[in-house]
């Protein structure tokens, strides 16, 4: 052990409550610092899990087309027309889906696509009816590009695979219409009926989707809605969903149809829970700043109590650089100290928070508090900790390197 490092433990040991009282203040800051950001980014990622599973990471709609203005130029009798663009004009749907699908395989990033038609209808059961909006589907295309085999709750996608007239609605559509799997209702168009029998129940844990939502097989949809051709959005699967947005920009330009990513589509969220995730981390990093000051504190009343202990060292040929060191020292053991203890707390207090019972169902489903185990949260915490507390150490370090012997002697060391 150095002489320094000795020095700096003898001082530390004559403030055991002062600095105990900082030590606590660093475990606390970083444990809740590492819970509070792992439930935050867990909720966040489900969130956009759940999106992801349901409407994919990209969606290829509307057809693009320039739209130009005509403008006149000239003198009477010496007329001529200019051609100018005058923006983009949304063409609904896509035309040629089979081309487009095609031209998405190019793609490096792009693990699969699904061929989607939707239309608005009415379901009508034996007691109930109500508005929902069909999903016409190849079921393993959009297996591909969603999560739709894991968010079956009964039924089997076998049933629905094996006959055409039947249809996969919402766990919460069920629920209102007050029917279950082997159950048919009608489904009406434009005021002509027909009758499907349901294969399977699905939930995604968002409300709006389990209650409106239902899946037919495409090619009953588009004699259904009268459409034998085209498509009304591609559903496409990325390999990395964080390239989603430079992903859509490349083939808006490339496919000529409007290409929307999943974080523009949901932007409204993912600030809320960014906004979240700040706000809580702002919270308890006050913690922190106690640790800090109280540290700052300590070591001011130190340097006030040890100063003819200073001199004494100074008088030995210790540098004021020496000096400066035992004092961060000190401010350094505490530091470790409540590090590993806060690093500590704050994997128990995860695990312990991820036991907790928390039934949620609207924006997606989970019975229990979700967590996020990423090791950037223990190594935000740990800087936030090491930045507040060696930068409340630097003034009474400077302080006490600044003594003289000669003044202390005098009586006139400050």
């Not at 003198?75 to 896509?94: A, H, M, N, P, T």
């Not at 019972?357 to 185990?373: A, C, H, M, R, S």
Request: with cysteine.
């Amino acid at each position: 052990m150095s002489p320094n490092l000795r020095i700096a433990l003898r001082f530390l040991t004559s403030k055991r409550r002062a600095m105990a009282m900082s030590l606590a203040c660093i475990v606390l800051g970083v444990g809740l610092f590492i819970v509070t950001q792992a439930t935050t980014t867990g909720f966040e990622a489900l969130f956009v899990r759940t999106i992801l599973g349901t409407n994919g990471a990209i969606r290829i709609e509307d057809r693009l087309q320039n739209t130009i203005r005509t403008v006149s130029a000239g003198r009477w009798g010496d007329l001529f027309e200019v051609s100018k663009k005058d923006g983009q004009r949304y063409i609904e749907g896509i035309e040629q889906p089979d081309l487009v699908m095609q031209a998405l395989r190019e793609f490096p990033n792009v693990s699969g696509a699904s061929e989607v038609l939707t239309g608005t209808v009415i379901v009508r059961a034996p007691f109930k009816s109500m508005d929902g909006k069909a999903f016409g589907i190849r079921i393993e295309d959009h297996l591909r590009v969603s999560d739709l085999g894991r968010q079956i709750e009964a039924g089997s996608l076998a049933a629905f695979r094996a006959d055409r007239m039947s249809v996969i609605i919402g766990v919460e559509m069920a629920r209102r219409l007050l029917v279950e799997v082997g159950d048919s209702f009608e489904l009406l168009v434009d005021g002509q009926a027909r009758r499907y029998k349901i294969a399977a129940l699905f939930e995604t844990g968002i409300s709006d989707i389990d209650r409106q939502r239902l899946y037919l097989h495409l090619s009953e949809s588009r004699s259904l809605f009268r459409k034998p051709s085209g498509a009304s959005f591609l559903q496409v699967a990325l390999h990395d969903t964080d390239r989603a947005p430079s992903d859509a920009a490349h083939m808006t330009e490339a496919l000529g149809h409007s290409a929307r990513c999943w974080q523009d589509r949901e932007s409204t969220w993912l600030g809320v829970f960014r906004a979240l995730r700040i706000s809580s981390g702002i919270t308890v990093s006050v913690f922190t700043l106690i640790a800090g000051l109280a540290m700052f504190n300590t070591l001011v009343m130190i340097v006030m109590e040890k100063t003819r202990e200073i001199a004494i060292l100074r008088s030995m040929g210790y540098t004021r650089s020496d000096i400066s060191l035992i004092f961060f020292w000190q401010a350094a053991i505490v530091l470790v100290l409540g590090i590993l203890g806060g690093l500590l707390l704050g994997a128990g207090g995860t695990w312990a928070i991820s036991q907790v019972p928390l039934p949620i169902n609207g924006i997606f489903k989970t019975e229990t508090f979700i967590v996020n185990w990423s090791h950037w949260h223990y190594v935000s915490a740990s800087l936030a900790a090491i930045l507040m507390v060696m930068a409340a150490s630097i003034i009474p370090a400077r302080r006490a390197a600044q003594l003289e012997p000669g003044d202390v002697i005098r009586g006139t060391g400050q």
